[in-house]
Each structure stands twice: as C-alpha cells, then as structure tokens.
C-alpha cells in the first residue's frame, strides 16, 4: 500500500519551459517522410512513439505534441541557432518531457539537476530546483513515458478511457481527451498545458499519424500519402458509389452534416471500416489513405474540401466520389455536381486548408 500511495508522489510532473510559438510557427520539415514538423522531431523519435502507440495503446499525436510544448523551440543541438533545437534539458539529458528522476525509473541512467518553471492553480509562477532523469537516447524517454501512463495516476485518465486500438478509428476527440488526461492526472502544472499540446496537434496535422503504422510513416503515407489507384473498381468501391449517387444512405441530407451523411452512406454500403468525425476530421484521419491529387480518384473515395461560411471555417466539407468526374454530397439537401464545380465554392479557410484539400479511403482502396 505505500509503495502504490508513494509512486505516484513521485512521479508528478512540472511542465519545462520553452518558448511557445505564435500560430504562425515555422513548419520545416523533419527527419521521415516529408511530413511538415518542427526539424527537432527525428526518425528515431518517431519510430519509438509508433512503438508504444502498437504496444499500449497511447497515441503518436499526444506525445509529439508533448516534446514541442516541452522541449521544442530551444536553441541546442541541430537548427539550434535558428531557435528550431531543442531546450538543455533534452538535448544534453534525453529527456523530452520533463521528467524528475525517482528509483523506479527503468530507462535512465543518472540525474541531474535543472531549475524548471512552475505554476499554481491560480497561475500564479514560481521556480524549482530538481534532479531530472538522463537517458542514453530518446526512445529510451519515450518508453518510459509509456512505462508511466501504463501504470497510475495516469492509466486511468487515460489509456483506460481512451486506448489508441490501433485499428484506424481512433478520433480526434479521443487524442484530445488523451491529453487532457495525461493534464488532470497531474503530468504538467502550467494551467494551459491542454490548450498548448492540442494547438500543436492541429497546426502540424498530429492527429493523423494515430490511424498510421510505422512502415506506412516511413513509406510517406500520410497527410495526403498520394497514394496511386489503379483504375481497378471492386464491388465495394461500386456498392458505396451506388448508394452516394442514389443518396440511400444511413442518414438523410440535414443542413451542416455533410459528415454524417458521409458516413451513412459507408454504413448502408457495408464497408468494413465506417468513417467518423466532422468533414476536417475525415482528412486529419484518413489522409494517409488517399491523395491531395484531384487527378484518378477512385469511385466511393471522400473527397475533402474546406466548405464555405462559417460552418466550413470550423469543420470543411465532405462528399463522395462516385466516378465519371462527379461528386455526391449533403448540402442540406442531396445535391449531385462536377468535382470542378464542387471545388469552386470551397472558399473557407479550414486548419490552413482553403478549396480543395484531397480525397481518402478509410480502410484503404478497397482490394
């Protein structure tokens, strides 16, 4: 019983101040296959990140955007004096999240101590001195992370609620609510960490790699993986095409639920992966399906698009495909027009997106 009261005591965690950047941070593209991340964010990183989320469950998405808010920004290592390196504490200690060295840590190797930034409930800050742990690489650090989240306070708020199943439908809201977890079980004291690592998530599409494999972020098939169709139309691709175009699916045509009506037709088609989320989120999930190329798309692909009005502004706007160069979609009401005319009112500015953005396949074209 005290060994299971005094974990946790030791393992509370102060956010390490770096400099936060305003929304129009630099994107440069990081070490992998063309995503746009900050240059700190590295191959290897990436690679234990994809580890932990195939092996417990914990989402790529939230702990990147941990090591920007934590340790990007900093003027150490490569990129360092264009204040594209990383902060002290992560580039001569490994440790990319902040985290104070106690007996039970399985990955480090030492400690060493740092004055780090704190803040109130109120917000009020403060400022500390303490051992933090080293570790012979990153991935080390980041398995440790996982190490912690597996195990309480954290599992609860956490993996318990919001398990990554690797099975291509984890959502945006689950990632964000991961977050807010790893936030309220005590990992950072500053009282807009949420806030911060959910920013983050979305200026630089994090959200997408929660539905990748490692091989397929190595292979590039991600934030629009243009992926080649090969003209080939099965009888799923048909089915869906057939239920879009005769708009027979699961849910009717209702004003601002494009998305829904999107996924109505998947569920009445009987495809085996049914897409979920607002219009946005469909890109920010599936993307490494499909193609921001508007040239050979194939029939019962989601075409994505930033919408117009406010509406489009806060969620774009989905269609489907259905061959010959049209697009059916829920504009309120059923509506059938040319993919030319349909990227023509796409005029909302959507996560950066404004006009056409691409088309996806959840599950994958179809075999």
């Known amino acids: 019983m005290f060994a299971s009261v005094l974990f946790p005591l030791l393992l509370i965690m102060f956010l390490f101040i770096t400099v936060i950047p305003d929304e129009d941070e630099k994107k440069v593209t990081s070490e992998g296959a063309g995503y746009s991340l900050p240059a700190f964010i590295t191959a290897d990183m990436m690679e234990a990140f994809f580890e932990t989320q195939k092996e417990n469950g914990i989402p790529v998405s939230s702990g990147v955007a941990q090591v920007i808010a934590e340790s990007g920004f900093g003027i150490y290592g490569p990129n360092g004096d264009s204040g594209q390196g990383l902060s002290m504490l992560a580039y001569q200690c490994k440790n990319l999240f902040?985290?104070?060295?106690?007996?039970g840590d399985a990955y480090a190797t030492g400690a060493k101590d740092f004055s780090t930034g704190?803040?109130?409930?109120?917000?009020?800050?403060?400022?500390?001195?303490?051992?933090?742990?080293?570790?012979?690489?990153?991935?080390?650090?980041?398995?440790?992370?996982?190490?912690?989240?597996?195990?309480?306070?954290?599992?609860?708020?956490?993996?318990?609620?919001?398990?990554?199943?690797?099975?291509?439908k984890y959502t945006r809201a689950d990632a964000?609510?991961?977050?807010?977890?790893?936030?309220?079980?005590?990992?950072?004291?500053?009282v807009t960490y949420v806030t911060k690592l959910q920013k983050h998530m979305t200026t630089y599409n994090l959200?997408?790699?929660?539905?990748?494999t490692w091989v397929q972020y190595k292979a590039g098939k991600g934030a629009g993986g243009n992926i080649n169709y090969d003209g080939t139309v099965t009888p799923l691709m048909q089915r869906i095409a057939e239920v879009a175009g005769n708009n027979q699916g699961a849910y009717?045509?209702?004003p601002d639920m494009c998305a829904a009506w999107v996924t109505g037709v998947y569920q009445a088609a009987g495809a085996p992966v049914i897409p979920y989320g607002n219009a946005i989120d469909m890109w920010n999930t599936y993307s490494y399906t499909g193609s921001t190329s508007k040239e050979n798309i194939p029939p019962g692909a989601i075409v994505c698009g930033s919408g117009s009005g406010y509406m489009g502004s806060l969620y774009g706007h989905v269609g489907i495909y259905i061959g010959n160069g049209m697009v059916a979609n829920n504009i309120g009401?059923?509506?059938?027009?040319?993919?030319?005319?349909?990227?023509?009112?796409?005029?909302?500015t959507c996560q950066g997106h404004t006009g056409?953005?691409?088309?996806?396949?959840p599950g994958g074209i179809p075999n």
């Open 252 to 254: 009717p045509c209702t």
């Open 176 to 190: 964000d609510n991961f977050v807010s977890g790893i936030r309220e079980a005590g990992w950072a004291t500053d």
């Open 356 to 361: 056409w953005i691409g088309w996806v396949y």
């Open 118 to 168: 704190e803040q109130t409930s109120t917000g009020d800050g403060y400022t500390v001195t303490a051992g933090f742990s080293i570790y012979p690489d990153y991935g080390s650090c980041i398995r440790q992370r996982a190490n912690m989240l597996i195990q309480e306070p954290y599992y609860s708020k956490t993996i318990a609620k919001y398990p990554n199943k690797n099975d291509g």
């Open 333 to 348: 009401a059923f509506s059938m027009e040319t993919l030319d005319s349909w990227c023509s009112w796409q005029s909302a």
């Open 98 to 103: 902040g985290i104070k060295y106690f007996s």
């Open 207 to 212: 959200y997408q790699f929660d539905n990748m």
